[in-house]
C-alpha cells in the first residue's frame, strides 16, 4: 500500500505537476530535461510530471530512472489527443479528434479503439494519464485553439464520442482528463496568448458547453482541466474558470457532482498571467477556488516555500491541502491496486514495451485516416484527376502551410508519398517564408500542369496564429481563379468555404501521417483511364 507524505513541504510539492521536455522554439527532449527534474526531486518531491517531445527508445527508459529517484511515485500525464505519437516519436499517431465523426457509423467504435491502442502505448511507455479528451463543442468555426481537437460542432456528438474515448482509456487502466471546463469552444481567442472572455448565461452554457462535461463525469472521467477562459454569467468577477471558486467548488464540485482531480491548464498561459502576482501567490488562489494539480507551475521552490509560510501562519487552511492531496494521491492507490506498485518504475507489468508502435496499430490508424476523408463541395466528375497527355505534365501537389517554427513529432513528409504514387507528378510547398515573386512563379509552374491540388494545413496551435498567411490566402485565390483546383483542408473544413472558385473540395481533418497517406491514396483512385486533350499553346 502507498503511504502519503506526512510533511507540509511534501505535501504541498505533490500538487505541483512541472513539465518534463518541451515542444516550443527552442525545444528540448525529455531525455535532455531529465537532468533538472532529478535535481529538482533531491528538495521537492513533486507530485507527477507533464511531458512533452519523447522517443518511444529512450523516453521509458528515462521515466524508469526518474522513477527510482522520486521519494514517492511520479505520476506521468501527457497531451495524447492524436495519440502516444503525439508527444513520443515511433509511436503510434492518430488523425485529429474532428476526424472520427467522418468516419460514419463506426465512429464510436473506432474511436473506442484507438482510445485502447493509446492507453497501452502510454502505459507501456510509463505514463498514467491523458490529458483527454477535449469535452469542448467547436461551436465556434474559427476558434483559435480548439477547431480540430473537438469531437464536433454540437454537444450532442461530442458527449457521445468523448464517452467512448473514456471506456477505451478507463478499460486499460489508463486516467482520462476532460478539458477545458467548463468550455472552450466559443472563444476567438487563444487562451496561450490572452484572456478570453465567453459572454454566455448560466442557461445559454447549461444547454451546449456545459453537456458534455456532465457527461464526462457520469462516465467516469479521472480529471477535469480547467480553461483560462472569463465566463461572467458563471462568475460576476470575470475571473478566469481555473481561479474562480463559483466555477469549480459550487459548479463542478457541488452542482455537476465531480470528485475527481481538478487539475489546472498550463500556468505559463497569458491567460492565467496576472501581472506582478506572486506565483506562490496565484497558486493559494488557485487551490482556494478549487484546484487540486498546479500544472507548469514556473517558480517551483519559491511556490512551494511561500504555500508553506501561508499554511504555517494560518492563511492557507491547511485543509485545502489536505483535500487536494487525498484526490491526488487516490489516483496513485488505484493505479497501484491493478498494475502494483512496482509498476511506476517497470512499466511492463502494465503493458508490454513492444505493443508502442506495433504494425498492428499503426493499421488501425490507417484505418481511420481513410474513412474520415470526406468530400465536402464538388461531384464525381469534379474529382476526375485526368491523366497528361502529349507534351502536358501530369498533377501538381502544393502542400501550404501556414507555421514551420515550432517541434511537431506529428510532422508528416506529404512529398515522398505523393511523388511515390504519381510519377509523373510535381511537389511544391508554400511556406511562411514565401515572397510574392515566388507564389507568381508557382503560379506559373502550376499552368503546366494538368491537374492541380492544393493541400492547406489549418489546425490550432499553441502559441501561433489561426489561420493562413494573407500571402498564402491570395495565392489559393489566384490558382483557382485560374485553373481548375482542387483543394484539400488537412486540418480544419473552414478553409474550403474562404475560397469560391475551386473545382472541388476534399476535407481529411488533420495533418497527421496516416491522414497523408490516407489523402495520396485517395488521390490515386481519382485518376482516370483516358488522358486529357491535348491542346496546343
Known sequence: MLSPPQRLRDRISQLIFPRLGSNMNPSISVEDDAARIEKLLDEYPIGGLCLFNGDRIRTPQTLTRIQS?????????????????????????????????????????????????????ALAAGLHISFSPVADVNSNPRNPIISTRAFGS??????????????????EGLFTTAKHFPGHGD?????????????????????????????????????????????????????????????????????????????????????????????????????????DILLDIKDIPSTVDYLEELVIKGELDKKVIDAALERVWSLKTRFAARFGPSAFIDPSLAQPFSIIGCDAHRALAKTIAEKSIQVAIGSAEDLVLRKAGLGQY??????????????????????????????????????PSA??????????????????????VVKPAAWHKFGLLPSQSA??????ARFPVILVALGSPIVLADFEHIKAGICAYSDVEPTMLALVKYLKSLEADTPAPFHRP
Do not use: W
Open 69 to 121: 529517484r522520486s521519494k514517492y511515485p511520479l505520476l506521468i500525464g501527457t497531451d495524447m489527443e492524436r495519440g502516444l505519437g503525439q508527444q513520443l516519436r515511433g509511436a503510434t499517431v492518430f488523425p485529429h479528434a474532428m476526424a472520427f465523426q467522418a468516419t460514419g457509423k463506426e465512429d464510436e467504435q473506432l474511436l473506442e479503439e484507438s482510445a485502447r491502442v493509446a492507453a497501452r502505448e
Open 154 to 171: 454540437t454537444p450532442q456528438t461530442v458527449s457521445r464520442l468523448l464517452k467512448a474515448y473514456i471506456r477505451g482509456c478507463s478499460g
Open 435 to 456: 515572397v510574392d515573386n515566388e507564389l507568381e512563379d508557382l503560379i506559373e509552374q502550376l499552368g503546366k500542369f494538368v491537374n492541380v491540388i492544393i493541400a492547406v
Open 475 to 480: 495565392f489559393i485565390q489566384d490558382a483557382s
Open 394 to 431: 501530369g498533377t501538381a501537389c502544393v502542400l501550404v502551410r501556414p507555421h514551420t517554427t515550432y517541434n511537431d513529432p506529428t510532422a508528416a513528409p506529404l512529398e515522398k508519398a505523393f511523388l511515390g504514387a504519381f510519377s509523373d507528378g510535381a511537389f511544391f510547398q508554400v511556406l
Open 187 to 291: 472563444t476567438d481567442v487563444d487562451s496561450h496568448e490572452a484572456l478570453p472572455v465567453v459572454s454566455k448565461s448560466r442557461a445559454d452554457m447549461e444547454s451546449l458547453e456545459l453537456v458534455p462535461f456532465r457527461e464526462a463525469v457520469n462516465a467516469g472521467v479521472s480529471l477535469v482541466m480547467t480553461a483560462h477562459v472569463s465566463y461572467p454569467g458563471l462568475d460576476r468577477s470575470g475571473d478566469e474558470a481555473t481561479r474562480s471558486k463559483p466555477i469549480l467548488t459550487e459548479l463542478l464540485r457541488q452542482d455537476i457532482g465531480f470528485k475527481g482531480v481538478v487539475i489546472s491548464d498550463s500556468l505559463l498561459m497569458a491567460g492565467a498571467d496576472h501581472e506582478g502576482e506572486h506565483q506562490g501567490e496565484m497558486a493559494a488562489t488557485l487551490l482556494k477556488a478549487g484546484i
